[in-house]
């Protein structure tokens, strides 16, 4: 086999063809040009920090936690909040399928009153003065409603494999957290272990949702390609290319135009509320009884008297289906519907507070309802959100980084060959070695242009270290062969070079290990460097090093060495 | 030059015995630690912290103004330090709350140009303290778990941990002497160290376990090895630096770039280190490692 090997021409080795096709194949995906219009031309992505532009990180705050209270002091303290009202709690059934909780009071209660609490149906009954309710709800819906109304914030009841979890969505401390589950008799539930299960930040759902509003609204404005990402579980990076910092922060902050219209006649129609009268949208659900998808959302006391007074006067409680309600986000139409009949007999006596706006029975209806919960929110973030950086880089400085890396990158490889040149006393090696450093850059570049992955100040530095050790590890592969001061035989160059490898591999492992952290730390921001020293270390020694491993005793068989 | 530095480096190496080798670099890596307790005791973190880690907006523009002036135009903000550097100047504010960040950054967006901004929060800046930490304490000790998995021999492996130990701690400390404050880039630059300096530790110790010949003959031949990769290194980094650091002095359209020089110069401090770590301190280890089991040593 060594025999065979001997015989092979250098350009049938596979390591040779590897190199070969990976050189091309990253030529093709940089389509590197070069006009004298444009000047010099790629398919690179390059970082705002290159290119110019600004960005913006925000963290969304919130908790997740699993709780338990009690059921009775959860009602007591939330008709206290919403209504001011002292009651005293008769009896609490629970059940699995809901919780009844009885209680009176010495006021007179209404069912509108209890409909506004928001947490079930209510049997009222009066009698000597007192009111005596009975409320058939769930605990989860009772959690939620106290830390909402406690909160001032939504909180939204999710299920999990080994309980119910709620995610409050806003900034709230363990300790402030079971302060108040106190007052209810409750707690924090703790895990196997004696941990509480709270977490702090928001749930994938909820961050990838904020997302997606953000994208929404950023998109509309007729921006476009405004990238927003999501960074860990709880971060959100937006970045503006060309855009300057103040200009995206004015962007960022605005809010969406959202209005509901109801049809008068023909295509006339009146204002009914903006977006600021919708206190609340909740997640998509599904309408069994109607066979409907569709979005829950709920109104101030003051868009529901609106909506009531629209819809009287406008004659749509008497004929719905001439009066659409219409829904605008920045003056573009959204949704359209007109009121259900039974809204509408409701809306001729008292105020409606929960709607829902219903989409259809098939998956595009979900998906509707979906992009509709988004539009409900009118660019308002379902969680609080906190700025935590920004930064911009302009674009004339941008362009102006980009020189001066790539020179300096220019320059690094001249000063690794000058000293390389200075070691060994010899162009036959220079030659090699330094081409196969330029060639571990272009891979580089190449699959940067493939992956589509956007090639910043860091990256930059990053190919600059590539190109350090990767000279270091042809160094060991020549010092290695050379061993002797002359190329040793077939089967001792062959056992050298494994030895070389072994040396190779090593080091390259403890560069990558060293280096992994850095993809998650402080936002990828040091990503770019952190990917480029891998992707560099993978590349020079499964494609660069073999290959040059098999072309240096060539080299070195028709340019016998004399060292020292 | 650089074989002139092997050849005084190998023959320091041949007329001293172990424990004197080990003494220089053990007396400076005691010093950097001193240096690294004594800015904990004042600072309360061992290395001092930059804009990115305590929150704060550093900006940078364009102008000819002068830094009086400049001081005078934000005299309003919270501004820590004023900088300049060739046509250029950069300006680090501490935190403040959003309206005056918003009114600063229009301010400097709209007068100046060349404009680089970035901004952290302080909370944010405390977070990713913790994230620094840990990533350089992650990277450490699966660096140390490698090498010991590589190795599988006590001795041999606890040299290349520590002089990458050393070399870490007198890179920090040598940050702290010339003013060089931790930032992302500079973290980032630590981790590499601890990827670039035990690649000659490697060779070293390779070359003396399983190669034939007395182990002198093999440091001395892993030392031409050696010193010449880092020193390939070195020139790369050194030219980065310069390139980075100083080409505002050549032309005025030049300017710096700091993340490049800050890790550019944390590397060159650390290989500096890792020179003197290798060829004396790890070398003393292993020459009296396998003088001690010369018998039972493993052939090639």
Redesign the interface.
């Known amino acids: 086999m060594r025999d065979d090997e001997q015989q092979q021409s250098i350009y049938r080795d596979y390591r040779i063809i590897l190199f070969a096709l990976a050189i091309i194949a990253s030529l093709f995906f940089i389509q590197p040009w070069y006009s004298s219009d444009e000047g010099f031309t790629s398919n690179l992505n390059y970082g705002l920090d290159l290119q110019g532009g600004?960005w913006l990180?925000v963290?969304l705050q919130g908790a997740v936690a699993q709780l338990d209270a009690d059921s009775g002091l959860l009602v007591r303290e939330i008709v206290n909040i919403s209504l001011g009202e002292n009651i005293e709690i008769k009896s609490v059934d629970e059940r699995d399928d809901g919780t009844k909780v009885t209680f009176t009071s010495d006021s007179i209660l209404k069912n509108n009153q209890m409909e506004q609490l928001g947490v079930g149906q209510a049997t009222i009954s009066q009698s000597n003065n007192i009111t005596e309710v009975t409320l058939h709800t769930s605990k989860e819906n009772l959690i939620s409603t106290y830390l909402s109304d406690s909160l001032k914030a939504e909180v939204i009841p999710v299920l999990v494999s080994n309980g119910v979890q709620y995610e409050i969505r806003t900034a709230v401390s363990q300790e402030e957290l079971e302060r108040l589950m106190v007052v209810v008799g409750g707690s924090i539930v703790t895990d196997a272990i004696g941990d509480a299960i709270y977490k702090e930040g928001v749930t994938v759902e909820t961050r990838d949702l904020t997302k997606e509003i953000l994208s929404d609204k950023l998109n509309s404005l007729g921006l476009k390609d405004i990238p927003v990402k999501t960074v860990g579980d709880d971060y959100i990076l937006i970045d503006f290319a060309g855009i300057?910092?103040?200009?995206a922060?004015n962007i960022a902050e605005r809010p969406g135009k959202f209005e509901i219209r109801i049809a008068t006649q023909g295509n006339e129609s009146r204002h009914v509320l903006y977006g600021d009268e919708i206190q609340a949208v909740s997640i998509v659900g599904y309408n069994d009884m109607d066979g409907q998808w569709y979005v829950p959302f709920t109104l101030t006391d003051a868009g529901a008297l609106a909506l009531q007074k629209a819809a009287i006067e406008t004659g749509a409680t008497q004929d719905p289906l001439s009066h659409n309600l219409i829904m605008y986000l920045d003056d573009r139409e959204v949704y359209s519907a007109p009121l259900s009949h039974s809204a509408a007999a409701r809306l001729e006596d008292v105020p409606i507070y929960s709607w829902q706006a219903s989409t259809g029975p098939d998956e595009d209806s979900k998906a509707r309802a979906e992009q509709l919960q988004i539009h409900l929110r009118a660019g308002a973030l379902p969680v609080n959100v906190?700025?935590?950086?920004?930064?911009?880089?302009?674009a004339?400085?941008g362009k102006?980084?980009k020189e001066?890396?790539v020179?300096?990158g220019f320059?690094?490889?001249?000063?690794?060959a000058?000293?390389?040149y200075?070691?060994y006393n010899k162009k036959a090696i220079l030659l090699p070695m330094v081409g196969t450093s330029v060639s571990e850059v272009i891979m580089i570049l190449g699959f940067a242009a493939a992956t589509g992955w956007q090639l910043d100040?860091?990256s930059?530095?990053g190919i600059?270290?590539v190109?350090?050790?990767g000279?270091?590890h042809l160094?060991?592969i020549t010092?290695?062969v050379l061993?002797e001061g002359k190329l040793p035989p077939k089967k001792v160059y062959l056992s050298r070079i494994n030895?070389a490898f072994?040396?190779i591999f090593?080091?390259a492992?403890?560069?990558?290990?060293?280096?992994?952290?850095?993809v998650?730390?402080?936002f990828g921001?040091?990503k770019g460097?952190?990917i480029t020293?891998i992707v560099g270390v993978l590349i020079g020694i499964f494609i660069a090093r073999p290959a040059y491993a098999r072309v240096i005793p060539e080299v070195l068989e028709t340019n016998p060495m004399n060292t020292? | 030059?650089?074989?002139g530095l092997t050849e005084r480096l190998d023959s320091f190496v041949r007329k001293h015995n172990n424990r004197q080798l080990a003494a220089i670099p053990l007396a400076i890596f005691v010093i950097a630690l001193l240096i690294l307790a004594f800015t904990f005791a004042s600072t309360g973190a061992p290395v001092k912290l930059g804009m990115?880690f305590k929150g704060g907006t550093m900006i940078s523009v364009?102008t000819e103004e002068s830094v009086q002036s400049l001081e005078e135009r934000f005299v309003d903000y919270p501004i820590n330090d004023i900088r300049q550097t060739g046509s250029r100047v950069i300006m680090q504010f501490g935190p403040m709350n959003?309206e005056m960040q918003?009114d600063l950054?229009?301010n400097a967006?709209?007068s100046y140009?060349?404009?680089?901004?970035?901004?952290?929060?302080p909370?944010?800046g405390t977070s990713?303290q913790k994230?620094?930490v840990?990533?350089?304490i992650?990277?450490?000790i699966?660096?140390a778990i490698?090498?010991f998995l590589?190795f599988k021999t006590f001795v041999p492996s606890i040299a290349v941990v520590v002089s990458a130990l050393s070399d870490i701690i007198i890179a920090a400390a040598f940050m702290n002497v010339v003013g060089i404050e931790l930032s992302?880039?500079t973290?980032?630059a630590l981790?590499?160290i601890?990827?670039?300096s035990?690649?000659s530790d490697?060779?070293l110790n390779?070359r003396v376990l399983?190669r034939r010949g007395t182990p002198q003959e093999n440091i001395t031949?892993a030392m031409?090895?050696g010193v010449?990769?880092?020193?390939?290194?070195l020139?790369?980094?050194?030219?980065?630096y310069l390139?980075?650091t100083y080409?505002y002095l050549l032309s005025s359209?030049?300017?710096q770039?700091t993340?490049?020089s800050n890790?550019?110069i944390v590397?060159i401090f650390g290989l500096v280190a890792d020179l003197m770590n290798t060829w004396m301190l790890n070398t003393s280890i292993l020459r009296w490692y396998v003088t001690k089991n010369g018998a039972r040593r493993r052939k090639a």
């Open positions: 600004s990180q963290k300057d910092l103040a200009t922060k906190e700025l935590v950086g920004s930064g911009q880089v302009d004339t400085l102006q980084f001066q890396a020179l300096a320059l690094a490889l001249f000063g690794v000058f000293v390389i200075r070691k100040l860091a930059i530095a600059i270290a190109i350090g050790t000279i270091d160094v060991i010092d290695e061993y030895k072994a040396i090593a080091a492992a403890t560069t990558i290990l060293a280096m992994s952290p850095l998650f730390m402080g921001a040091l460097f952190a020293t020292e | 030059m650089e074989v990115e364009a959003d918003h950054i229009s967006v709209g140009t060349s404009v680089e901004i970035n901004q952290i929060g909370v944010y990713l994230q620094a840990n990533a350089v992650i990277s450490f699966g660096m490698l090498i590589i992302l880039g973290v980032a981790l590499m601890i990827g670039y035990v690649d490697i060779l390779t399983k031949s031409h090895t010449t990769m880092t020193t390939t290194t020139a790369a980094l050194i030219v980065m390139v980075s080409s359209s030049l300017s770039i993340l490049l890790i550019s590397l």
